[in-house]
């Protein structure tokens, strides 16, 4: 019974594929789709960490405008993963050709999903833990410099989102 459902589903997707050819749905808008998803994922992640860290920010320099040096690496920490977005959106598009089939397509849209998902999550988080690093600093300022390796680990995740997608996207 197993196989046949298996045999059924393949013989599906095969005719969904066809059809989907016949209509123009190709590889290459596949592809752009994955492109276009992986940066815009990233760069709202991005944009949601940058909100919280700036919001966070206004407030202790609002009292204590002397820590905008300190203050000023904890806001931007989570702009990288829109620069990271960019950057594989650049690599992707660059092997992105009118020519692929649709398989090819699809193969490019998992390749970058890796720095998506991992640039709108850590994005995020480290827009979190970089607030909380913000207020300490407005409250000791001798914190600063230490506080950086908190919101910096959290990096290291959207630093392995960009070398698998950037490892994966050459395969295709």
């Known amino acids: 019974m197993f196989y046949s459902l298996l045999a059924?589903?393949?013989?599906?997707?095969?005719?969904?594929?066809?059809?989907?050819e016949q209509i123009g749905y190709t590889g290459f808008a596949v592809a752009m789709i994955g492109v276009a998803i992986c940066v815009l994922l990233c760069g709202i992640g991005s944009a949601i960490g940058l909100f919280k860290t700036g919001t966070a920010a206004a407030g202790?320099?609002?009292?204590?405008?002397?820590?905008?040096?300190?203050?000023?690496?904890?806001?931007?920490?989570?702009a990288t993963q829109g620069i990271y977005g960019f950057i594989i959106g650049i690599i992707a598009s660059g092997s992105v050709s009118s020519a692929m089939t649709l398989s090819?397509?699809?193969?490019?849209?998992?390749?970058?999903?890796?720095?998506?998902v991992s640039g709108l999550i850590t994005g995020i988080f480290q827009?979190?833990?970089?607030?909380?690093?913000?207020?300490?600093?407005?409250?000791q300022d001798s914190l600063g410099g230490k506080l950086i390796i908190y919101p910096a680990m959290i990096e290291f995740y959207a630093i392995l989102g960009l070398i698998i997608s950037i490892m994966l996207i050459p395969l295709i």
């Open 60 to 78: 202790v320099l609002g009292e204590a405008p002397d820590k905008f040096g300190k203050v000023l690496v904890l806001v931007l920490l989570p």
């Open 8 to 20: 059924e589903g393949e013989q599906i997707f095969q005719e969904v594929g066809q059809k989907a």
């Open 104 to 116: 090819q397509g699809w193969a490019m849209l998992g390749a970058v999903m890796p720095m998506a």
């Open 127 to 139: 827009g979190k833990s970089a607030v909380n690093c913000i207020y300490a600093v407005g409250k």
